[in-house]
């Protein structure tokens, strides 16, 4: 469980980063599905997106503000 969340958050902050460093890209509307994209797991082996959507959905789950203090 600790290691999907951590691939998971992982997967996360390289879409993010990848949407950063793009220049102009649009954003995505409610509905539209993530572009794919790989990174290196936990394990050091390549993971994509579509290797964790093809197990069925995923849920992408943050408490942004939960260890800030406010």
């Not at 691939?7 to 572009?35: D, R, Y």
């Not at 390549?46 to 069925?56: C, H």
């Amino acid at each position: 469980m600790r290691s999907q969340r951590s691939i998971v958050t992982g997967l996360l902050a390289g879409v993010l980063a990848s949407l950063l460093f793009a220049g102009a890209v649009s954003a995505l509307e409610v509905g539209q599905k993530a572009p794919d994209f790989t990174l290196n797991g936990t394990d050091g082996k390549p993971l994509g997106l579509s290797d964790l959507t093809a197990k069925g959905p995923i849920v992408l789950y943050t408490f942004i503000a939960a260890f800030t203090g406010t």
